[in-house]
């Protein structure tokens, strides 16, 4: 949520009277600080009793013989890396001077047009013009230093999940002098070579407009845990400038020393805030880096004047417009088997769209007979999604739920492989015991809107449930329990069961995998669509239990599966 202009206006005017009062020290040099201390921003820990011991616990490993490598100094002192168990947030280090480097040469590349206000046609564009920018390098927006009118020149950049570095033309066309420029920065930090280069996914320069604050607050997204953000002052008068970081509130933030070309690393987890109170425009050079091992999908150099297509978390090249297919999956049943939660964990991810409706039943009941090619038939699908505006981002995707597809797979299976033949589709089975009084309560049910209770039908309406499965294994019996074959159509198929037995997160994180998403936390594990309702006698369930045993051994055999209960860790065959 965006800061009040008066609250903005507020903390300016405070930060200008603690420029005479504040000490303005270097941060200390205890070298790089470590992502453990980054796994979560530090004021939602403040309020919440242990909640730091809880994050980060002991973060040391424990040797064989149960001591712990603590990383602490032979005097007892306890440096930026030490691993014993934080107790307060206090402890937490936030600012780390990583070396003082000579910034001539850098100041001499950026300094022309750094202390202008932004126009659309400047005179005379420089680098910091959005109009030579977009035509010699490539334009990135950033939505609230652009709102603030902070200039900016753009070296590398990547998406929020870090899936893709964009490496801009003046990074690597040696002529620009960049590399040059900052190659004291990197040696510094450990990143010099070309396989520390591969460890930067974010660098540019910011430039700041004088008499301007921007307020408190943490770095959000899921790049921040994964990198270590450095600032490096360029062109300032540290003596004007209020840089303060620390901690979860507007107390505990100290005073960072930002004279020029002192290399620090910032915990950007923690709170922090910069006024300029200086008469100009003050530059720092603004980089983030992964710790090594990290795993990038890809680099991409892009071409001079190349367009990109940004949202909040996703980073798409015009160029790639209408190269994901819409949909990207299908949940094809069973009902009442947790399809409607597996669809709402999946559509939390930052890069999935949910459809214009879940269940758009395409397949089966809305199957057009009328269009007679695969294309009209694609096209009228279409209308199930924000198709047009997936095609300009295809790293996000969007998906169609309808369990009765797989109750009527014999039609639906040859009509996908028809019209969506890329489709990943995903199965949710439930123990048919319990799947089955399950639907009879919700067909059976007095809830719902009269379109949902016409589509339910009446056939069931007055019988006990008894009744309804002697009359539905006589049917079971004729038309046999396996379906359709899918073919080469890639599956993932998955327990109900499985989101007790090894948690939501960990069975969702295999729908995330099998569609391509990066890892990702659920935000609400809550169950959807389900409803309380009484259990059947044991009569009946060991009748259904008879009924089913051959088509579930034969089930288990085909998935790898122990049982419906089991060891509770075997989703699709794979055991996690």
């Known amino acids: 949520m965006a800061t009040p202009k008066e609250e903005i206006d507020r ?51 424990s040797n064989d013989d149960g001591s712990n490598d603590d990383g602490g100094n032979d005097d007892g002192s306890n440096d930026g890396n030490s691993k014993e168990p934080l107790m ?20 001499s590349l950026v300094r022309a ?25 490539v334009l990135v927006t950033r939505r609230s230093h652009d709102a603030w009118g902070i200039k900016k020149i753009v070296l590398m950049f990547c998406d929020d999940f870090i899936q893709t570095i964009y490496e801009m033309p003046w990074w690597y066309d040696e002529a620009s002098g960049f590399k040059e420029a900052v190659r004291g920065i990197l040696e510094t930090l450990g990143l010099g070579g070309e396989g520390g280069e591969k460890r930067i996914c974010r660098m540019l320069l910011a430039s700041m407009p004088p008499d301007m604050t921007i307020p408190f607050h943490h770095d959000t997204g899921e ?14 008068d540290h003596t004007k400038v209020l840089f303060r970081c620390g901690g979860g509130s507007e107390g505990q933030m100290k005073r960072v020393k930002c004279d020029e070309g002192r290399v620090f690393e910032m915990n950007n987890q923690a709170k922090h805030a910069v006024s300029n109170h200086w008469d100009s425009y003050r530059v720092h050079l603004i980089l983030d880096y992964v710790d090594e091992g ?104 969007t998906g169609d739920s309808t369990p009765s597809y797989l109750l009527h797979s014999d039609i639906v ?12 589709l995903i199965v949710m089975l439930r123990n048919p015991i319990d799947r089955a009084l399950s639907h009879y309560r919700m067909v059976t049910s007095d809830d719902g809107t009269d379109a949902q209770k016409k589509i339910r ?70 169950a959807k ?30 998935l790898g599966w122990a049982g419906w209960d089991g060891d509770g860790i075997s989703i699709g065959g794979e055991r996690l």
Not at 21 to 50: C, D, H, R
Not at 223 to 233: A, L
Not at 413 to 423: G, H, L, Y
């Open 11 to 61: 903390q300016h005017g405070e930060a200008k009277r603690l420029l005479s009062t504040m000490p303005n020290l270097g941060p200390p040099e205890i070298g790089e600080i470590s992502l453990s201390y980054k796994v979560a921003p530090l004021e939602s820990l403040q309020t919440k009793a242990g909640a730091v011991k809880e994050a980060w616990g002991n973060i040391g490993d």
């Open 88 to 107: 307060s947030i206090d402890e937490i280090p936030c600012t780390s001077t990583r070396g003082i480097v000579d910034m001539t040469k850098l100041k």
């Open 113 to 137: 047009g750094h202390d202008t206000p932004i126009t659309k046609s400047p005179a005379k564009p420089t680098m910091w013009d959005e109009a030579m920018a977009s035509k010699e390098n």
């Open 223 to 236: 790049w921040v845990n994964k990198t270590h953000r450095v600032h490096v002052p360029v062109i300032t």
């Open 294 to 397: 990290f795993k990038v999908n890809e680099r991409v150099r892009l071409g001079k004047g190349e367009e990109l297509v940004q949202t909040r978390r996703s980073i798409d090249r015009k160029k790639d417009y209408g190269k994901r297919e819409t949909p990207s999956y299908l949940i094809i049943g069973a009902q009442k088997a947790g399809t409607t939660s597996m669809y709402e964990y999946i559509n939390q991810h930052p890069l999935s769209v949910k459809g214009r409706r879940r269940e758009t039943h395409f397949f089966d009941w809305r199957w057009q007979d009328n269009l007679k090619t695969k294309k009209e038939q694609k096209e009228f699908y279409d209308k199930f999604f924000f198709a047009n505006e997936l095609k300009q981002c295809p790293s996000c995707l």
């Open 413 to 424: 299976i040859p009509r996908v492989k028809d019209v969506c033949p890329w489709v990943k």
């Open 457 to 526: 039908g009446m056939a069931w309406r007055g019988l006990t449930f008894e009744q309804v499965i002697e009359m539905e294994m006589v049917e079971m019996e004729k038309k046999g329990l396996m379906g359709e074959d899918a073919g080469e159509q890639e599956f993932l198929i998955m327990k109900m069961e499985d989101m007790k037995a090894v948690g939501v997160q960990k069975a969702v994180e295999k729908a995330f995998k099998h569609l391509g998403l990066p890892d990702y936390k659920v935000q609400d594990e809550g």
């Open 529 to 558: 669509n389900s409803r309380a309702y009484d259990g059947m006698n044991e009569e009946t369930r060991e009748k259904l239990k008879e009924f089913y045993a051959r088509w579930d051994e034969k089930l288990f055999g085909l």
